[in-house]
């Protein structure tokens, strides 16, 4: 699982940010731009790279008029330049300042022209990343455009982006049938008709003496007449999902509240499922599970949002890979 120092990151994009700024008051120095990628974590098709670019030159070599960011591959609906300028308040909150129109897609270029004179603007980059950037490479060249025709740039990656996929809060109710493969509750009548794609049954139990609880099983012949022989499901379910519990979370980008830990592909690629059981009983909030299905195709990290003990229903997220 990879780690980062995000604080060590963010003070050094600091320590840059107070040199653009005084290159500003400063006529003898030349302008200069600088770049951080602040968001974390493995870059999952569907999620979004945020990245901040700052800029800055000398009043007396006029102001920008238009900043530009290149993507080896066009960014997914949501890709967004910024026309906002952020600077942090004595009180430590970003303040933003509308400083140009809205930005323009067009292919793999995303484009902010400028509508007041600015000589210093920090905007911020979100690449939504595409299914065509699927476990390969992506960089991108930032570029500044200064009202007397300089040009300054700079490039940031590659990045790797993962073969993972990444669905957040997804809300189960008691007795739901889910498929990794389509990483979704799968309606009644959809288990009916695709009972191999039913890879585990949510239940909720309160049995007197078994702390039972919520619960992800297997849909094979024993675990229906051991676990869910009080549950009614659609015929001809079968699949032993193997399951390996976690007692905390895993990863930040499903948890949203830790830091600093990731599940990425590798973790994947050298988990064990020996002798892993195809149920989990009493599953608690913030547990998770890691599962790999009958066939061995799909691997995925489930992790628990919410939950209460007392009664049915929980919300969960996951990372999920094709293996084969």
């Known amino acids: 699982m990879m780690k980062n120092n995000r604080f060590l990151y963010v003070c050094m994009f600091l320590l840059t940010g107070m040199l653009?700024?005084?290159?500003?008051?400063?006529?003898?120095?030349?302008?200069?731009?600088?770049?951080?990628?602040?968001?974390?974590?493995?870059?999952?098709?569907?999620?979004?790279?945020?990245?901040?670019?700052?800029?800055?030159l000398p009043?007396?070599?006029?102001?920008?008029?238009?900043?530009?960011?290149?993507?080896?591959?066009?960014?997914?609906?949501?890709?967004?330049?910024?026309?906002?300028?952020?600077?942090?308040?004595?009180?430590?909150?970003?303040?933003?300042?509308?400083?140009?129109?809205?930005?323009?897609?067009?292919?793999?270029?995303?484009?902010?022209?400028?509508?007041?004179?600015?000589c210093a603007a920090t905007l911020r980059y979100h690449y939504v990343v595409p299914e065509e950037a699927r476990g390969k490479q992506v960089s991108f060249m930032f570029t500044a455009t200064s009202s007397t025709g300089k040009v300054v740039s700079r490039g940031m990656g590659p990045y790797q982006v993962s073969n993972m996929d990444m669905a957040l809060d997804i809300v189960l109710k008691n007795r739901d049938c889910f498929s990794l493969t389509d990483m979704r509750v799968l309606t009644a009548a959809e288990?009916?008709?695709?009972?191999?794609?039913?890879?585990?049954?949510?239940?909720?139990?309160?049995?007197?003496?078994?702390?039972?609880?919520?619960?992800?099983?297997s849909p094979t012949a024993a675990n229906l007449g051991e676990f869910l022989k009080s549950v009614s499901l659609p015929a001809g379910l079968s699949n032993s999902t193997r399951m390996v519990r976690t007692y905390g979370s895993c990863d930040q980008q499903l948890a949203r509240d830790e830091y600093g830990v990731f599940v990425d592909d590798i973790d994947f690629q050298t988990k064990s499922f020996d002798k892993a059981p195809d149920y989990i009983i009493n599953l608690p909030v913030k547990g998770g599970a890691w599962m790999e299905t009958s066939d061995g195709r799909y691997r995925a990290y489930l992790y628990v949002n919410a939950a209460t003990e007392t009664r049915a229903g929980m919300t969960i997220s996951m990372k999920r890979m094709k293996m084969w």
């Open 20 to 56: 653009l700024l005084n290159s500003c008051s400063d006529e003898s120095e030349e302008k200069n731009n600088d770049c951080l990628k602040r968001s974390e974590g493995p870059n999952v098709v569907g999620g979004t790279m945020e990245f901040a670019y700052a800029m800055a």
């Open 191 to 217: 288990a009916t008709a695709n009972p191999e794609k039913v890879d585990f049954v949510y239940s909720y139990q309160a049995l007197r003496g078994v702390i039972f609880r919520h619960a992800l099983v």
């Open 59 to 118: 009043k007396t070599e006029g102001h920008w008029i238009e900043a530009t960011v290149v993507a080896t591959f066009p960014g997914a609906a949501g890709t967004t330049l910024e026309n906002i300028s952020y600077h942090t308040d004595g009180s430590g909150f970003d303040q933003g300042v509308v400083i140009g129109n809205p930005c323009e897609n067009i292919e793999n270029r995303t484009k902010v022209t400028f509508a007041r004179d600015t």
